[in-house]
Nanobody, 114 residues
Framework: QVQLVESGGGSVQAGGSLRLSCAAS????????MGWFRQAPGKEREFIAA??RYADSVKGRFTISRDSAKNTVYLQMNSLKVEDTATYYC?????????????WGQGTQVTVSS
């Protein structure tokens, strides 16, 4: 079992940056594949980032990283666009998080205005 808590969301103007954090607790952090998803209003939840893998919509703008000593995964989001507005979720998987997430955080809202 692993618990995930996101933070760092907020409101920003287009072109700005935000960094999301995901603090993990429970079983050993390194045992899981970690990643980020997002869900915009009226749309399905979509995968956006895992280590060495990014959705085309965020490639070159978003960067995932981790601090194993803090059991924390980060998502650095640069050059934000209005269409990045969504609730962002951290996820963990026993296998590949991009394929099937086993655990989810509660989500953090990101709003990008023009």
């Amino acid at each position: 079992q692993v618990q995930l808590v996101e933070s760092g969301g907020g409101s920003v103007q287009a072109g700005g940056s935000l960094r999301l954090s995901c603090a993990a607790s429970g079983r050993t952090f390194s045992s899981y594949s970690m990643g980020w998803f997002r869900q915009a209003p009226g749309k399905e939840r979509e995968f956006i980032a895992a280590f060495n893998r990014y959705a085309d919509s965020v490639k070159g703008r978003f960067t995932i990283s981790r601090d194993s000593a803090k059991n924390t995964v980060y998502l650095q989001m640069n050059s934000l666009k209005v269409e990045d507005t969504a609730t962002y979720y951290c996820a963990a998987s026993r296998e590949s998080v991009a394929v099937k997430a086993d655990y989810w955080g509660q989500g953090t809202q990101v709003t990008v205005s023009s």
